[in-house]
């Protein structure tokens, strides 16, 4: 690494240790920082009523309209408290950030009472938004963001009133998942993406996968279409989103453009912000500033393939990196191995799973990316009950190096994605690959795992192809 990406922290013990966002990465870093320093003050404001839950099942607990959306909380804050000694006020937001006298400023969100709060070691955990189209009328009743779960806990109540069509604008894997989740509560589905096409940066192999899957359940695709706003029904709630195409009737409509980093707040108080407009921070998850740290969707992470930082937020990266930054902030040097971008979602019956680069993005990062797409049955052929498994790969021509790669079916499809997360972390050639001793037995896999037939074929198309020892 750089000399720049070399922790420098206080050789004394933080003895006020204070955590900005009590999500993931901040409940981590809390959790991590008093159980390395007993003795220290760890204090965390999180703006939200709720801290430390999983975000990522709300599109299936969205299914279940006898489930609570709270269902999905991990630690409660009287649990924080009273079993971990962490000092947890929620209902407070970070207002402000002075770095050379090291204070945060804080607004109680229930009285409206302004602190400012000293620190010794800060950790920035202030996670991203939901990106709100700045369009008339999305304001609307009826329009909503699925981020926080307070964002699940308005859908939800939504759905009670029975909706019958709802349209989700956006084509990325939460929009795919939310798709799922909305037929299963009986409504009529459309899709409105001002892309060419679906989930950006996916192959188009299994691409067309999902146009199929989603067409088996009448989920409705409409691709190149750009929204200019929505319209309200005589009850003042929305009723249809108007585009330059026309118009769309629906009486629930679901944001899934994108989201972005909260790192308004680091900016202003003049910490690094990378490339990415996530903050900057190196692999000990320090920022610019030594006693700053910060991680989860808010922060950049580095990329062992593109060695350097990148901007792919993600639930498993946010708890490792606030480990990481919450253990650093009481005096220790743990470093972040870093991230290969895997990511997995299903859409129905469908199972699909990704890591590493695409050949787009291959190409964009100055490789020259091979592809290869096979389709291979999940089990041995005598095996009753197996399915396709689809798996596409790519690799560098000239070194051989595998650099990405997806895998869609309708079982054991998403978790094989590990074995090219292990091979891409480790750099492994194509060669390394075809090589792998991986598991037989026909309920699971054929002879030759799908993985294996895929880097069979891929191995002639890159031109170092030696086994290394």
């Known amino acids: 690494m750089k000399s720049s990406d070399t922790p420098t922290t206080n050789v004394s013990a933080h003895r006020r240790i204070i955590v900005i966002g009590g999500v993931a990465a901040g409940m981590s870093a809390a959790s991590q920082a008093k159980r390395r320093e007993p003795g220290a003050d760890v204090i965390v404001f999180e703006r939200g009523p709720y801290i430390s839950y999983g975000a990522c099942g709300m599109p299936y607990n969205v299914m279940d309209p006898q489930r609570r959306i709270d269902d999905l909380v991990v630690l409660t804050p009287e649990r924080a408290i009273n079993d971990r000694g962490i000092d947890l006020r929620v209902r407070h937001e970070a207002i402000g950030l002075d770095l050379p006298s090291q204070r945060v400023t804080v607004k109680n969100l229930e009285t409206g009472a302004v602190t400012d709060e000293p620190f010794d070691a800060l950790v920035l955990a202030t996670g991203a938004s939901a990106i709100h189209l700045p369009l008339p009328g999305m304001d609307l009743p009826g329009i909503?963001?699925?981020?926080?779960?307070?964002?699940?806990?308005?859908?939800?109540?939504?759905?009670?009133?029975?909706?019958?069509?709802?349209?989700?604008?956006?084509?990325?894997?939460?929009?795919?998942?939310?798709?799922?989740?909305?037929?299963?509560?009986?409504?009529?589905?459309?899709?409105?993406?001002?892309?060419?096409?679906?989930?950006?940066?996916?192959?188009?192999?299994?691409?067309?996968?999902?146009?199929e899957e989603l067409g088996r359940h009448g989920v409705e695709v409409h691709t190149g279409v750009?929204?200019?706003?929505?319209?309200?029904?005589?009850?003042?709630?929305?009723?249809?989103?108007?585009?330059?195409?026309?118009?769309?009737?629906?009486?629930l409509v679901l944001q899934a453009v994108g989201i972005r980093p909260n790192a308004m707040l680091a900016a202003d108080a003049g910490l690094r912000i990378g490339e990415t407009g996530a903050i900057w921070v190196n692999q000990f998850q320090q920022t610019s500033h030594p006693a700053v740290w910060a991680g989860g969707d808010c922060a950049e992470a580095y990329h062992r393939l593109l060695r350097k930082n990148a901007w792919i937020p993600l639930g498993t990266t946010a708890n490792k990196q606030g480990r990481i930054a919450g253990a650093n902030a009481v005096g220790l040097h743990q470093r972040f191995a870093g991230i290969v971008g895997t990511s997995g979602f299903r859409v129905f019956d469908l199972e699909l799973a990704r890591s590493g680069l695409s050949a787009n993005q291959a190409e964009a990062e100055g490789f020259e990316p091979a592809t290869v797409t096979v389709r291979q049955s999940s089990r041995a052929h005598s095996y009753p009950g197996s399915s396709p498994i689809q798996v596409t790969l790519v690799a560098d021509i000239p070194s051989g190096i595998l650099l990405g790669g997806e895998i869609a079916g309708r079982e054991g499809a998403a978790l094989r994605i590990n074995v090219l997360a292990a091979a891409l972390a480790s750099h492994m050639t194509v060669s390394d690959l075809q090589g792998l001793d991986l598991v037989y037995a026909p309920p699971f896999a054929p002879v030759w795992d799908p993985i294996l037939v895929a880097a069979n074929q891929l191995i002639k198309k890159v031109r170092t192809q030696e086994i290394r020892p």
């Open 144 to 211: 909503v963001v699925l981020r926080e779960l307070t964002d699940g806990g308005r859908l939800k109540k939504l759905l009670a009133s029975k909706p019958k069509r709802a349209i989700v604008l956006g084509g990325g894997f939460i929009a795919m998942e939310m798709c799922h989740a909305l037929t299963e509560r009986g409504l009529e589905v459309q899709v409105l993406e001002k892309l060419p096409h679906i989930l950006s940066g996916w192959s188009e192999e299994t691409v067309k996968l999902v146009l």
């Open 226 to 251: 750009e929204v200019t706003g929505a319209e309200a029904g005589p009850d003042g709630r929305v009723a249809a989103v108007v585009t330059r195409q026309g118009s769309y009737p629906a009486d």
